[in-house]
């Protein structure tokens, strides 16, 4: 029985070493998939912006580069945490009071 322990041990290290490979694996499919959709956004948001300018549509790409704003400026907080005493606290915060005074003055106008 003693003589198995050694041969049972790595076989359970190679099983953990597997999942631990195959773990690593998935979060870089996923990542990378996240950055592919991210960068797809990002283009196609881009071109649409372009098109709205053309026609002359600057209100519509005002309200969808403060929602961006928005969003991004929420989505750093939340992984990173409030920053304070920095130029980027700066802007942090005014991307939350564009985007208040822009919902404010279509709130207003309709």
Not at 62 to 90: C, H, I, P, Q
Request: charge should be positive.
């Amino acid at each position: 029985m003693k003589k198995y322990i050694p041969v049972i041990l790595l076989v359970i290290i190679a099983i953990l070493g597997c999942a631990l490979g195959y773990e690593i694996v998935q979060k870089n499919r996923i990542g990378k998939e996240t950055a592919k959709s991210w960068h797809r956004f990002v283009l196609t948001q881009s071109v649409q912006n372009y098109q709205d300018l053309a026609r002359g549509d600057v209100e519509s790409v005002k309200g969808t580069l403060m929602t961006l704003a928005k969003l991004e400026a929420e989505d750093y907080v939340k992984k990173y945490g409030r920053e304070t005493g920095t130029k980027f606290a700066a802007n942090l915060s005014e991307a939350n009071e564009i985007y208040d005074a822009y919902q404010a003055t279509n709130r207003s106008s309709k």
